[in-house]
Structures are given as C-alpha cells and as structure tokens.
Nanobody, 125 residues
C-alpha cells in the first residue's frame, strides 16, 4: 500500500523557517521523481518544487526560489522541504507527491501518481 505522510508543518512568524518531511512507503521511492505542492484556502493547488530520483536536479516555483530548498534521502525514503524567510503568502496546506516517470520535473499536479494528506503551514505577519 502506497503511503506518503507529511509532517513538520505549524504556525510560525514571518521570517521564520520550517522543514517539512514526507515519509514514503509502499513503492520504490528511489526511482520516483518527487514534488511539493501547496494549496491556500479558496485557491488551486500549485506547484512548489520538484526533485529528480537521484536528487541531482531540482525545480522551483518563482515564488519560492531562493527561499525554499528541496532534498531527499533515498536511504530513508524521505523527502524534505526546507523553507526559510517565510512570508504570510506561504500559508497553505503543503502536499508531497510522487511521479513514477523520470527525465522531467513536472509542474502539473495531474501528472503525479501518489499524494500525501498534507500538512498545514501558517505564517503570521
């Protein structure tokens, strides 16, 4: 059974940092491209970042570039998102997702195969 379980969300102030984790099980994590998406209240789910199976390639939304860092530990089957210099507009539910295809870091959520349940990040001003 495939599972993606996010953790690490919370309530922080603007300028603070958080690190999200996504624990994967039930599939060969090291072969999958992984991504982070977020959804603010009343808005669509948007791409945040993606990382190749090896960790050698990454991609970021312009809104988080330079502030967020995606990484993975294939030995631990875990995906991370380090979020620094958080802003109130970063407030959202953050989801991790898995894409079984390699070779391209996709931004379209419909192209991801597996999803976690999400973790809430709230940034106060």
């Amino acid at each position: 059974q495939v599972q993606l379980v996010e953790s690490g969300g919370g309530l922080v102030q603007a300028g603070d940092s958080l690190r999200l984790s996504c624990a994967a099980s039930g599939f060969t994590f090291s072969l999958y491209t992984m991504g982070w998406f977020r959804q603010a209240p009343g808005k669509e789910r948007d791409f945040v970042s993606a990382i190749s199976w090896s960790g050698g390639s990454t991609r970021y939304a312009d809104s988080v570039k330079g502030r967020f860092t995606i990484s993975r530990d294939n030995a631990k089957n875990t995906l991370y998102l380090q979020m620094d210099s958080l802003k109130p507009e970063d407030t959202a539910v953050y989801y991790c997702a898995a894409d079984r295809r390699s070779g391209y870091l996709r931004v379209n959520l419909n192209e991801y195969d597996y999803w976690g349940q999400g973790t809430q990040v709230t940034v106060s001003s």
